[in-house]
């Protein structure tokens, strides 16, 4: 009858010696099944950065041939006769691209000086008299688009009798124009295009420092211009 607690009391000390040794060999196997884990789910989290590059490759992708395919190359140019062959002084700019291209900024300087206007800069570089007189065309250089394939002549002075001698200065100092022009697709990315044999490069956004050439046919005209 005496054996009976003795019994018990072994018992109750070897549970937790057991629970102990469990534990114990727990711990020790612990950093192997956490590698185990990690071993099983590292194919899985490459595929899932796989998957991620690849769609942000293809979205970039994507956007550059969205860009691409209306993409304006507008370039500057000279020339001193008109479709006909007739003797006639114009600048242009020229949508060489696949996109519309929409007009920003226009900047000439003739000889470092700023022109704000066409009969401003006939009579800096080529008469002696009022420019208001002459007859020349122009057109709206700023706020407009031009298409593919289009171009834009937004000066342009006839040989005429009445305008030989300003004809022939303006035929050799047109090369001494620097003109640059901004310009934008309809994705809103611009350009920047300068000289007569210049490569745009992209900018942000068009400046909103040049000193802008604007076209003035109402003050040509004797109109009051708001």
Not at 31 to 50: D, E, M, N, R
Not at 165 to 193: G, H, K, M, P, V
Request: aromatic residues 8%; glycine residues 8%; proline residues 8%.
């Amino acid at each position: 009858m005496t054996e009976i607690p003795e019994l018990q009391n072994r018992d109750t000390t070897a549970a937790p010696s057991s629970a102990t040794e469990v534990g114990s060999r727990f711990l020790r196997y612990l950093p192997f099944i956490t590698i185990a884990h990690f071993v099983i789910g590292l194919p899985a989290l490459i595929a899932s950065l796989a998957l991620a590059w690849f769609a942000f490759v293809q979205a970039d992708a994507t956007q550059k041939m969205q860009t691409g395919g209306v993409m304006p190359f507008v370039t500057i140019g000279s020339s001193n006769v008109d479709d006909a062959g007739k003797p006639d002084i114009s600048l242009s700019l020229t949508n060489n691209g696949v996109g519309p291209a929409i007009l920003g900024p226009i900047e000439i300087r003739y000889r470092g000086k700023p022109v704000a206007s066409p009969t401003a800069l006939l009579e800096a570089c080529c008469t002696d008299r009022a420019a208001t007189g002459l007859s020349f065309a122009t057109s709206p250089s700023t706020g407009v688009a031009i298409r593919p394939g289009e171009s834009l002549r937004f000066i342009g002075l006839p040989r005429t009798p009445a305008n030989e001698a300003t004809w022939q200065r303006f035929q050799r100092e047109r090369w001494r124009l620097s003109i640059r022009s901004c310009y934008c697709s309809i994705f809103n990315d611009c350009w920047i295009t300068e000289g007569m044999q210049g490569v745009p490069r992209p900018v942000k956004q068009c400046p909103a420092d040049w000193s802008l050439y604007r076209e003035d046919a109402g003050k040509r005209l004797g109109m009051t211009r708001n």
